[in-house]
């Protein structure tokens, strides 16, 4: 998968994702959603990048409105108990 690098890989075993098609199913959001609640260094990148690798395409050649859109996410989980 695009954007998984070994280091990635390790966060998201941490929370039960071992698999592309388990990454797939969770969807991009919820596998940030529960990064954020394990890791203290999780950010809007790691968001772009779950969404690529999901998506099957590099972090970086996101089309704008969904980065927007999942910018408006990461924006949302700020202030929560997780931020």
């Given at each position: 998968m695009p954007?998984?690098g070994?280091?990635f890989e390790?966060?998201?075993?941490?929370?039960?994702?071992?698999t592309?098609?388990?990454?797939?199913?969770?969807g991009s959001?919820?596998?940030f959603f529960?990064?954020?609640?394990?890791c203290s260094n999780i950010?809007?990148?790691?968001?772009?990048a779950?969404?690529?690798?999901v998506?099957g395409?590099e972090?970086?050649?996101l089309?704008?409105?969904?980065k927007q859109?999942?910018?408006?996410?990461?924006?949302?989980l700020?202030?929560?108990?997780?931020?």
């Amino acid at each position: 998968m695009p954007n998984m690098g070994k280091e990635f890989e390790q966060k998201l075993e941490a929370i039960g994702i071992t698999t592309a098609e388990q990454l797939k199913e969770t969807g991009s959001k919820e596998a940030f959603f529960q990064l954020k609640s394990k890791c203290s260094n999780i950010c809007l990148v790691h968001l772009y990048a779950l969404e690529g690798a999901v998506t099957g395409r590099e972090y970086n050649r996101l089309p704008e409105d969904v980065k927007q859109d999942l910018k408006a996410y990461s924006d949302s989980l700020k202030g929560s108990p997780l931020d």
